[in-house]
Nanobody
């Protein structure tokens, strides 16, 4: 089994930055792709960004966050990160990290393991 623990959410002003962390345990982290999804009130969960397993190296972003968000991973720390810059109120949501073996997919149902979610609130 894989366990994921997210941290780093909070409240910021429009234009601010936050960094989310997702700590992975239970199975070899390097073999897993990591994705971040978000869900705003009354909306479906949506793909934000993903990074392939260590042997793949690809990163993928939703159009809405390209140029503002950066995903990365540190295999030595079994942790993935989401650096979010130039935040806007439209980014307000609960952010979830999720993992699946090897490759990034954008559909939430493709992911086997999920974190508990962390709230990000951006005020204008």
């Amino acid at each position: 089994q894989v366990q994921l623990v997210e941290s780093g959410g909070g409240s910021v002003q429009d234009g601010g930055s936050l960094r989310l962390s997702c700590m992975h345990s239970g199975r070899p982290f390097s073999r897993y792709a990591v994705a971040w999804f978000r869900q705003a009130p009354g909306k479906e969960r949506e793909f934000v960004t993903g990074i392939s397993w260590s042997g793949g190296g690809g990163t993928y972003y939703a159009d809405s966050v390209k140029g503002r968000f950066t995903i990365s991973r540190d295999n030595a720390k079994n942790t993935a990160y989401l650096q979010m810059n130039s935040l806007s109120p439209e980014d307000t949501a609960v952010y979830y990290c999720a993992t699946r073996p090897y490759d990034v997919l954008t559909m939430a149902y493709s992911y086997d393991y999920w974190g508990q979610g962390t709230q990000v609130t951006v005020s204008s």
